[in-house]
């Protein structure tokens, strides 16, 4: 048994790190009425949470529009575009790929009687465009274009677009008017590069070009072709739209999230996937069979008397890690708050138990909440500037060792980031691409009686405040009034006398306003709480 706290925590620690190495996943994915919750379970925690709409669209990353270019802004070399969102979108000179012009010569030239398919073969292309280019030159308004979501709608600014176009696969992405096929340099073998990349140049067809993800070395040659061939025809399935009408419209979309999340996370640690809707367990066990057919077998039907969200104890973990304080172990916590620039956390040890080693005590307090932090960042997907305050340490071996480990608890977050030293201030900045918005689930609500101020009337104008209240209703011709107070607010109210006695309040205002005063009592209200109704029970005081 370890013989200190310290002791206890780096035995643990180390458990701990044993036991992610070999860490089991879980997708749990609840489909409502109007929405679809995804959540990603990893050693039965949440890591993260998703959310699509079942019903109509949103905009979302990887989406690809047919949009029209609204405006042009040479200072920004850039233009406004619309998809059909009610903010405009947005699109950089340099987000407009090397190829754009074969892209835009395939809209102009589309239309019902063309052979799209010849059409597309044919078109060069050459020359890409110039990399100090002015955006002027390449688009006008009016014109159509093809265009994908990188960014979706943040606040006051609308999507940010890209118009080279991408098709990611579970092995390959799919680049259209491109002529090159990269591999990626996760891929250690020159053999299997080689391979890799034989193979599928000897596939791709005209005027396509393709990325192979780390995720096929190994993979033979009928899983490659077999995607090959789903992202081609997913591709040349929006042409027709293109070609009946130059109007905006959604060509396609991504994969659902889940099938997302699978395509990016899959891989042998994963060992379940629930779903409680039979069209999306489908449509998951279908996907998981192209991209990965051995594993087949995860995907499951939850048919539970419980909410799937409760039996797998989602619902609990949403409600403890989504607030403002979140709580960590031995009493620990972190306070989050969220501004449109950044996002600020602050560790506090709270009314842990300490060591006699202070500073030790506070390096385990922070590896703890470096822990909860890289957590939090993939659940609430926060992006952009992190200023992460932990708490000060004296040691500088301390302070680059939580910087290391730091770096590695956010290897598997799969958005680019970038985690910079501790100051001399223990200020640790983090930047994380924002790609969406921040996703915020409120567990608290606004209290009825003080509507959040944490200030209510006080107890000596009480009594005046309920008269005017009175006065109000009898001017408008309401003579029988019935007044909802808490028992305490009652008993003050009569001041131990009856209703009709001179010496309560009640009395006074019956004998003043010459109107029929009933008092109830709630034992559920606060203590200054009160509600004046009239005869037919409708509220007469909101």
Same mark, same amino acid.
């Given at each position: ?9 780096? #035995? ?28 990603? &379970? ?7 949470? !998703? ?47 090397? #190829? ?19 059409? #597309? =073969? ?14 002027? *030159? ?5 014109? &159509? ?14 999507? $940010? %677009? ?6 990611? +696969? ?51 040659? /009928? ?10 025809? @997913? ?5 027709? *739209? ?13 994969? =659902? ?7 990016? %996370? ?5 060992? !379940?996937?629930?779903? !409680? ?26 048919? +539970?008397?419980? /909410? ?23 009493? /620990? ?18 009314? $842990?138990? @300490? ?37 000060? &340490? ?25 985690? %910079?030293?501790?100051?001399?201030? +223990?200020?640790?900045?983090?930047? $994380? ?45 309401? *003579? ?10 009652? /008993?003050?109210? *009569? $001041? ?14 019956? @004998? ?20 004046? #109704?009239? @005869? ?7």
């Amino acid at each position: 048994m370890p013989d200190s706290l310290f002791s206890y925590y780096k #035995y643990h620690h180390c458990n701990f790190l044993m036991e992610s190495e070999k860490s089991e996943k879980d997708l749990i994915v609840d489909v409502t009425s109007t929405d679809v919750h995804i959540a990603l &379970m990893e050693n039965h925690r949440l890591i993260e949470l !998703n959310k699509e709409s079942s019903k109509g669209h949103s905009f979302s990353v990887g989406d690809v529009f047919l949009g029209k270019v609204k405006k042009i802004l040479p200072a920004l070399n850039a233009a406004f575009v619309d998809i059909g969102d009610k903010k405009e979108a947005f699109v950089h000179y340099l987000d407009l790929g090397l #190829y754009f012009n074969a892209f835009d010569e395939f809209v102009r030239k589309s239309n019902p009687n063309t052979d799209l398919g010849t059409l #597309y =073969s044919k078109i060069k292309i050459g020359p890409i465009l110039e990399k100090e280019g002015r955006i002027e *030159k390449v688009l006008t308004p009016g014109q &159509m274009i093809i265009a994908q979501i990188v960014k979706e709608p943040i606040s006051t600014k609308g999507s $940010r %677009l890209t118009a080279e176009i991408s098709l990611a +696969g579970r092995n390959i992405v799919l680049l259209p008017f491109a002529e090159k096929v990269s591999v990626s340099q996760k891929i250690s073998s020159k053999e299997e590069k080689k391979r890799l990349e034989t193979l599928v140049k000897s596939i791709l067809p005209k005027n396509y070009g393709a990325i192979i993800r780390t995720a096929a070395e190994g993979k033979n040659a /009928a899983v490659l072709v077999a995607e090959v061939k789903s992202l081609i025809e @997913k591709w040349e399935g929006s042409w027709q *739209k293109v070609a009946k009408s130059k109007t905006t419209q959604l060509l396609f979309t991504e994969y =659902s999230k889940t099938t997302t999340i699978l395509r990016d %996370l899959l891989n042998d640690s994963f060992t !379940n996937v629930y779903v !409680n809707d039979e069209t999306i367990y489908e449509e998951t066990r279908k996907y998981i069979s192209l991209i990965s057919p051995d594993q087949e077998k995860i995907v499951k039907l939850y048919d +539970g008397k419980d /909410a799937i969200f409760d039996h797998f104890e989602v619902t609990r973990q949403i409600k403890s890690s989504f607030g403002k304080v979140v709580p960590m172990k031995q009493g /620990a916590y972190l306070v989050i708050e969220t501004t449109e620039a950044l996002n600020v956390i602050d560790v506090n040890s709270g009314i $842990r138990a @300490k060591t006699s080693n202070q500073e030790e005590n506070t390096f385990e307090v922070n590896k703890i909440a470096a822990e909860e932090i890289a957590r939090q960042l993939r659940l609430r997907d926060m992006g952009g500037i992190v200023i992460v305050d932990f708490i000060d &340490m004296e040691s500088g071996e301390h302070r680059n060792e939580l910087h290391r480990y730091m770096q590695q608890l956010m290897e598997n977050d799969r958005a680019k980031h970038n985690v %910079l030293p501790l100051t001399k201030f +223990g200020l640790m900045q983090i930047t $994380r691409q924002r790609i969406r918005p921040v996703t915020e689930i409120n567990t608290t609500e606004v209290c009825p009686v003080c509507h959040g101020t944490g200030k209510i009337s006080s107890s000596v104008v009480i009594d005046e405040e309920i008269e005017r209240k009175i006065a109000f209703c009898v001017e408008k011709g309401n *003579k029988e009034l019935t007044l909802k107070v808490s028992p305490i607010l009652g /008993a003050y109210l *009569k $001041r131990g006398q009856s209703v009709l006695s001179d010496k309560s309040f009640i009395g006074k205002w019956k @004998k003043k306003y010459g109107c029929k005063l009933t008092v109830t009592e709630a034992t559920d209200f606060s203590v200054l709480q009160n509600e004046l #109704y009239d @005869k037919k029970g409708d509220r007469s005081d909101s």
